[in-house]
C-alpha cells in the first residue's frame, strides 16, 4: 500500500545557488506522477531531498507522517525502508555483483535467511530481464542493464514508494516501453506511490497520473496529467515539443536578444525543430497488462480530479473526459481477453509471461510482474 508523500514550500540552494524555492506539491496515495524540466533545474536534487539525503532549508516533506526534514537520522533510518529508489546511473556498487548489489538492501535492513534473500533477489532480476547476469560486475555490463539492475535492486524490500530518476535513460524505446509496463504493473500489484523524473515524453504522455514541472526555479505546474499536456505556457509547450524557439535556452533562461532574434527567424518562416506534435490529442493511459490485477489508484486518482475539475481549464476537462473513455475502454477489453481466456481454460497472465519469455537473449527481455514476495 502506498503512502502520501506531501512536499510543502521547500526552498533548496547549494551556497548562494538557489535550486528551486517554494515547492509545494502531494503525491497522491499509490498514484503514478512524472517530473519533468530542463536539465539542471533541480529535479534529482528534489528526489535526494525526498528521501533526506539532501537538506533544504525551509520547508517541509511528511512521509507518513513524519517530516522528514526535521525528524531524527534514527526516523529518518526508518522512514527510508519504505523507500525504493532508482538512481540516474543505477548507483551500483563496482566491486560487488549484480547479485550481491540486489541482496544489498535485505543484508543491511532484514534478518532475512541467505535462501531467502537468494530467492528474492532472483525474483526481483528476473523482473528485470537479468536473471542470468547475477554473477556479472556493473563494469561489464551495458548501462541499460545497469539501469534494469539498479530498478531490481529499489524493488527488493517492497517499497511503498519508488523513486526513479530517468528510468529510460540508456534504454532505447523498445526496452523504454517495456519498463514504463512494468512500473505500471508493479503499481497495479503493490499500490507503490511512484515518482519518475523523466525527460522522455512518450512517457509523461502515457504513464503517469500527475506530471509537475519545473522551470526557472519553480515548480510551473503540478497536477492532472491532461493540464499539463494541454497547457499554454509557453515553456510547457516548448518543453513538450522539443523547440529550440521559447523561453528555455541552453542555459537555463533565454536572454532579450537571443530572443528577439528567435522572433525574427520564426517571422521569417525558420522553425525552431521542434516536432508538430498535438500534444492535447491524449493518449491513453498505459494500463496493467491483462491478468494484473486494477490499479486501486486508478478509482482514487479519478475522484480526485472529479473533485478538482470544476477548477481546471476547459481544455484540460475536455481532455481528462476523453482519456477517461479510452481507458475505460482498455479496461473493458482487457476483462473480456481474460473472460474469454478463463472460458478455454487457460489464463491470461501466463500467455504475457510467454509474450515476454522471448526465444533469444533472455538477458535483454522484461517479463511480466509476477507479484510481491
Ligand atoms: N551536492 C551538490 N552540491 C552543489 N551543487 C549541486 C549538488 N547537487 C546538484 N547540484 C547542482 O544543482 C543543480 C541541479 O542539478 P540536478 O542534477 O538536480 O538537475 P536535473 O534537473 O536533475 O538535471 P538533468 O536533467 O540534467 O539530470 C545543478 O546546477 C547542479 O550542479
Given at each position: 500500500?502506498?503512502?502520501?508523500?506531501?512536499?510543502?514550500?521547500?526552498?533548496?540552494?547549494?551556497?548562494?545557488?538557489?535550486?528551486?524555492?517554494?515547492?509545494?506539491?502531494?503525491?497522491?496515495?499509490?498514484?503514478?506522477?512524472a517530473?519533468l524540466g530542463?536539465?539542471?533545474?533541480?529535479?534529482?536534487?528534489?528526489?535526494?531531498?525526498?528521501?533526506?539525503?539532501?537538506?533544504?532549508?525551509?520547508?517541509?516533506?511528511?512521509?507518513?507522517?513524519?517530516?522528514?526534514?526535521?525528524?531524527?537520522?534514527?526516523?529518518?533510518?526508518?522512514?527510508?525502508?519504505?523507500?525504493?529508489?532508482?538512481?540516474?546511473?543505477?548507483?551500483?556498487?563496482?566491486?560487488?555483483?549484480?547479485?550481491?548489489?540486489?541482496?544489498?538492501?535485505?543484508?543491511?535492513?532484514?534478518?532475512?535467511?541467505?535462501?531467502?534473500?537468494?530467492?528474492?533477489?532472483?525474483?526481483?532480476?528476473?523482473?528485470?530481464?537479468?536473471?542470468?547476469?547475477?554473477?556479472?560486475?556493473?563494469?561489464?555490463?551495458?548501462?541499460?542493464?545497469?539501469?534494469?539492475?539498479?530498478?531490481?535492486?529499489?524493488?527488493?524490500?517492497?517499497?511503498?514508494?519508488?523513486?526513479?530518476?530517468?528510468?529510460?535513460?540508456?534504454?532505447?524505446?523498445?526496452?523504454?516501453?517495456?519498463?514504463?509496463?512494468?512500473?505500471?504493473?508493479?503499481?497495479?500489484?503493490?499500490?507503490?506511490?511512484?515518482?519518475?523524473?523523466?525527460?522522455?515524453i512518450?512517457?509523461a504522455r502515457?504513464?503517469?497520473?500527475n506530471i509537475g514541472m519545473l522551470f526557472?526555479?519553480?515548480l510551473v505546474m503540478f497536477g492532472p496529467r491532461e493540464v499539463l499536456l494541454t497547457s499554454d505556457e509557453p515553456a510547457v509547450k516548448q518543453f513538450l515539443s522539443?523547440?529550440?524557439?521559447g523561453p528555455i535556452?541552453?542555459?537555463?533562461?533565454?536572454?532579450?536578444?537571443?530572443?528577439?532574434?528567435?522572433?525574427?527567424?520564426?517571422?521569417?518562416?525558420?522553425?525552431?525543430?521542434?516536432?508538430?506534435d498535438d500534444f492535447s490529442e491524449i493518449?491513453?493511459?498505459?494500463?496493467?497488462?491483462?491478468?494484473?490485477?486494477?490499479?486501486?489508484?486508478?478509482?482514487?486518482?479519478?475522484?480526485?480530479?472529479?473533485?478538482?475539475?470544476?477548477?481546471l481549464p476547459e481544455s484540460a476537462q475536455k481532455a481528462i473526459?476523453?482519456?477517461?473513455?479510452?481507458?475505460?475502454?482498455?479496461?473493458?477489453?482487457?476483462?473480456?481477453?481474460?473472460?474469454?481466456?478463463?472460458?478455454?481454460?487457460?489464463?491470461?497472465?501466463?500467455?504475457?509471461?510467454?509474450?515476454?519469455?522471448?526465444?533469444?537473449?533472455?538477458?535483454?527481455?522484461?517479463?511480466?510482474?509476477?507479484?510481491?514476495?
Amino acid at each position: 500500500m502506498g503512502v502520501e508523500v506531501s512536499v510543502e514550500g521547500l526552498t533548496k540552494s547549494f551556497g548562494s545557488q538557489n535550486i528551486w524555492r517554494d515547492v509545494t506539491l502531494t503525491l497522491p496515495e499509490g498514484e503514478v506522477s512524472a517530473l519533468l524540466g530542463p536539465s539542471g533545474t533541480g529535479k534529482s536534487v528534489f528526489l535526494k531531498a525526498l528521501i533526506g539525503l539532501l537538506h533544504p532549508e525551509q520547508g517541509s516533506v511528511i512521509v507518513d507522517g513524519t517530516d522528514i526534514t526535521k525528524c531524527s537520522s534514527k526516523e529518518l533510518y526508518e522512514i527510508r525502508k519504505l523507500f525504493g529508489v532508482l538512481f540516474q546511473d543505477g548507483a551500483l556498487f563496482g566491486s560487488m555483483s549484480l547479485f550481491d548489489n540486489t541482496a544489498f538492501p535485505l543484508r543491511e535492513h532484514t534478518k532475512k535467511s541467505e535462501s531467502d534473500i537468494r530467492s528474492i533477489v532472483m525474483e526481483k532480476l528476473d523482473l528485470v530481464g537479468l536473471g542470468d547476469a547475477g554473477d556479472k560486475l556493473p563494469g561489464e555490463i551495458s548501462g541499460g542493464m545497469r539501469k534494469r539492475a539498479g530498478l531490481a535492486r529499489a524493488l527488493v524490500l517492497d517499497p511503498q514508494i519508488i523513486l526513479c530518476d530517468e528510468p529510460d535513460s540508456g534504454l532505447d524505446p523498445v526496452r523504454t516501453a517495456y519498463i514504463s509496463q512494468l512500473l505500471i504493473d508493479i503499481n497495479a500489484e503493490i499500490d507503490a506511490t511512484i515518482l519518475i523524473v523523466t525527460h522522455n515524453i512518450n512517457i509523461a504522455r502515457t504513464i503517469p497520473d500527475n506530471i509537475g514541472m519545473l522551470f526557472r526555479k519553480e515548480l510551473v505546474m503540478f497536477g492532472p496529467r491532461e493540464v499539463l499536456l494541454t497547457s499554454d505556457e509557453p515553456a510547457v509547450k516548448q518543453f513538450l515539443s522539443g523547440d529550440r524557439f521559447g523561453p528555455i535556452g541552453m542555459s537555463e533562461e533565454k536572454d532579450d536578444a537571443t530572443a528577439a532574434q528567435e522572433q525574427e527567424l520564426a517571422d521569417a518562416g525558420i522553425g525552431g525543430g521542434g516536432t508538430k506534435d498535438d500534444f492535447s490529442e491524449i493518449i491513453p493511459q498505459v494500463q496493467p497488462n491483462p491478468g494484473m490485477p486494477e490499479r486501486k489508484a486508478s478509482a482514487r486518482h479519478r475522484q480526485r480530479v472529479e473533485d478538482m475539475m470544476h477548477e481546471l481549464p476547459e481544455s484540460a476537462q475536455k481532455a481528462i473526459r476523453q482519456s477517461q473513455e479510452a481507458e475505460d475502454e482498455v479496461r473493458r477489453n482487457n476483462a473480456e481477453a481474460q473472460e474469454r481466456s478463463g472460458q478455454s481454460g487457460g489464463s491470461q497472465k501466463v500467455d504475457t509471461e510467454k509474450q515476454f519469455a522471448g526465444s533469444n537473449d533472455n538477458t535483454e527481455q522484461f517479463p511480466a510482474y509476477r507479484g510481491g514476495n
